[in-house]
């Protein structure tokens, strides 16, 4: 069973930044595709970012290129999510997600999700 959880959300002004971490079950972080969702509203679950395990390569969705950067730290099954200039369109429940297919990451259904942390940006 892999578990992960998310800290690191809360307040930040227009401009600021905040990092978001995602604490992963023993090995998770280093042998799974892991990446970070996004869900306003009325609205569906967006992918954000995503670390593919095979090649470390990465995706970001068009609308955080350039502001958000994904890593991990396999030594301590954690992945993160920094966000610099951050907007207030960026105001969400942040998800860590993680799958050993990249594929279902992409595709919107990763098989493992953490409980979702709020980060609001206020202008």
């Known amino acids: 069973q892999v578990q992960l959880v998310e800290s690191g959300g809360g307040l930040a002004q227009a401009g600021g930044s905040l990092r978001l971490s995602c604490a992963a079950s023993a090995r998770t972080s280093s042998t799974y595709s892991m990446a970070w969702f996004r869900q306003t509203p009325g609205k569906e679950r967006e992918i954000v970012a995503a670390?593919?395990?095979?090649?470390?390569?990465?995706y970001y969705a068009d609308s955080v290129k350039g502001r958000f950067t994904i890593s991990r730290d396999n030594a301590k099954n954690t992945v993160y999510l920094q966000m610099n200039s951050l907007k207030p369109e960026d105001t969400a429940v942040y998800y860590c997600?993680?799958?050993?297919?990249?594929?279902?990451?992409?595709?919107?259904?990763?098989?493992?999700w953490g409980q979702g942390t709020q980060v609001t940006v206020s202008s």
């Open positions: 997600a993680a799958d050993g297919f990249i594929r279902n990451i992409l595709g919107g259904s990763p098989g493992y």
């Open positions: 670390l593919n395990w095979g090649n470390e390569g990465t």
